[in-house]
């Protein structure tokens, strides 16, 4: 009798154990698809409705929507409604982390990372900066900080001094940049290829500009000022 009972809790325990592991196992699945990844590094830039998720992302509305369902589901985002709008924002900072995490777990030990992230950004480039060797220049006041993300991301939160003309924009407003001062250009992060364009942009022009090696989304996990208008 004592035995059954013991095998009785051993069988309990092990299925306790089994949707312990299954619930940590939702978040992954959450995670395991690539246009969900990729509404979570919108999202890291700051509060979105459905639909601009969904022209950013380059799906219709009932896809968008399914994909942002799975994510809450998984409490990986929170809602608020306005009206009959629904915004969508990360569920905490931590969210933001491990999407950048699994980016560098991912980069350090899946073959498939570096040839796909020069097919979609081009070769990696010597003259980029780090946010330190940034800050340090910032500090001097010897360059511009260009913001190249949409208007809107820029208005949830940008890197203090830092002017935001969109990359769409830039060619018609590239005056609006001092012609004698280094341009340091970033955007959402460091697989963003807005930034990358910018750059080339400037240089074809004629003016000296360098990147930012990562973006916003690392600015704010780096607990580094921001600004919103």
């Not at 940034?134 to 900080?145: D, E, K, P």
Request: glycine residues 6%.
């Amino acid at each position: 009798m004592e035995k059954a009972r013991n095998q009785v809790g051993a069988t309990a325990d092990r299925t306790a154990k089994s949707e312990l592991y299954e619930a940590f196992a939702a978040t992954g699945k959450a995670l395991s698809n690539g246009k969900r990844l990729e509404l979570l590094d919108l999202l890291a830039q700051g509060e979105r409705t459905v639909e601009a998720l969904a022209r950013t992302a380059g799906l219709n509305l009932t896809t968008a929507s399914a994909h942002l369902q799975t994510l809450k589901q998984a409490g990986l985002v929170a809602t608020r409604r306005d009206g009959v709008r629904i915004h969508y924002r990360l569920a905490g900072d931590d969210v933001a982390a491990l999407y950048d995490q699994l980016r560098r777990v991912a980069a350090r030990h899946q073959a498939a990372v570096a040839p796909a992230r020069t097919a979609y950004l081009g070769p990696e480039e010597d003259d980029t900066l780090t946010r330190d060797e940034m800050r340090t220049l910032l500090a001097t006041g010897r360059v511009v900080t260009l913001d190249v993300r949409p208007a809107e991301e820029y208005a949830a939160g940008h890197i203090p001094g830092a002017l935001s003309i969109p990359v769409e924009e830039l060619a018609d407003r590239i005056g609006e940049l001092p012609a004698d001062t280094e341009v340091v250009v970033y955007c959402r992060g460091a697989y963003c290829a807005l930034a990358h364009d910018a750059v080339r942009l400037l240089r074809a022009r004629g003016r000296r500009a360098l990147r930012l090696d990562d973006g916003m989304l690392e600015w704010r996990l780096a607990e580094l000022p921001v600004d919103a208008a």
